[in-house]
């Protein structure tokens, strides 16, 4: 005997706005509670894809070299998702890391962050979140004013370094397995790309 499918309660979507008419107040109000990543572009909601373990050894790692060298340095503030980042009004994002410089403490607020000074995505293996981290962040994050950009690419073992320059991302470098990446806003901050894609996730500057 094959069981019954369970009744979904869709009635709970009357409960909710429509698609295209989320305002950035019933955004916030809905994902304070949510366990998944969910993100905003102009009154329309995308649910984000949970994280593989893979992932998440690399967001640890990253979050590990750059927390431990700006907070020895006093450098700032340097957080990981899940953390609602306003890009502007109407736009809300939940990149892996955000780092916020000591003059721009002003973007940290306890429930959502009003922006950064750099952001670290790591790619995942879908095309469309390959597309969304690639294409449409880098244009979103640009155009939000964010100084720098760091993609990480497992599928490559790489990382890609973007700074802007009048409201578009220019290459740093694309630093692969025996490279050290650098970042150009945080200066002498660097990353052995291999670090990032070896089982351990301790971070090693070696």
Request: net charge negative; aromatic share 10%; hydrophobic share 40%.
């Amino acid at each position: 005997m094959v069981p019954e499918s369970p009744e979904l309660t869709w009635d709970i979507a009357y409960l909710f706005p429509h698609q295209g008419q989320w305002s950035d107040s019933k955004y916030l109000e809905l994902t304070d509670d949510l366990t998944h990543l969910v993100e905003l572009t102009d009154g329309r909601l995308e649910i984000l894809e949970m994280p593989t373990t893979t992932h998440q050894q690399i967001v640890l790692c990253l979050i590990r070299f750059l927390s431990d060298f700006v907070r020895e340095r006093h450098l700032g503030t340097a957080l990981m998702a899940p953390l609602r980042v306003q890009l502007r009004p109407g736009m809300f994002r939940e990149p892996d890391i955000v780092f916020a410089t000591s003059a721009n403490q002003g973007f940290v607020r306890d429930d959502y962050w009003l922006g950064a000074d750099l952001v670290m995505e790591v790619v995942s293996s879908g095309p469309k979140s390959r597309r969304r981290d690639l294409e449409e962040k880098r244009r979103d994050y640009a155009a939000a004013g964010i100084d720098e950009y760091w993609i990480i690419d497992p599928m490559h073992q790489s990382i890609l370094v973007l700074t802007l320059v009048e409201h578009e991302y220019h290459q740093v470098g694309e630093f692969r397995s025996n490279d050290i990446a650098c970042s150009k806003l945080i200066e002498g901050f660097r990353v052995p790309v291999h670090a990032l894609f070896q089982t351990d996730p301790t971070p090693r500057y070696d």
